[in-house]
């Protein structure tokens, strides 16, 4: 139940990132089962390329919890993480991971790649896939469809 509550906190970035126009990506970070950070897409928004929910979300509970190994927190996504994210992931040496829609084009989790499960790097990143896969999903193609639909020049 707990990682259903806290992919659902991901989900509500994702959406905020979407109303933003940016791709509704959302990342939660926490420890216990408290939340510790948050962050959706800011790519478009911070004109940077590194602007992941991910990277975002790590940054800012690396930045709470005043230390860079995030050995004792857990990363909820609401899509598979690209291989930037995962392997800021694996250097943050982060306890677990869990994400909702699989990304056949860009996942690095599994769909292109398994950085986080790779024995050749200096962590293993424990993984849980599929939480609330389907909203995930939605989310996303409701999103892109929506915009390939906008009047040109407003398309993503």
Known sequence: MVDDELMDAALAEAREAGRN????????????????????????????????????????????????RLGEATLYVTLEPCAMCAGALVNARLGRLVYGAADLKAGAVGSLYNLCVDPRLNHEVPVSIGVRADECSELLSGWFAARRAAPTGEGG
Request: glycine share 10%.
């Open 21 to 68: 126009g940016e791709v509704p990506v959302g990342a939660v970070v926490a420890v216990d089962g408290e939340v510790v950070a948050s962050a959706g897409n800011r790519r478009e928004t911070d004109r940077d390329p590194t602007a992941h929910a991910e990277i975002l979300a790590l940054r800012a509970a690396a930045d709470r919890l005043g230390k860079w």
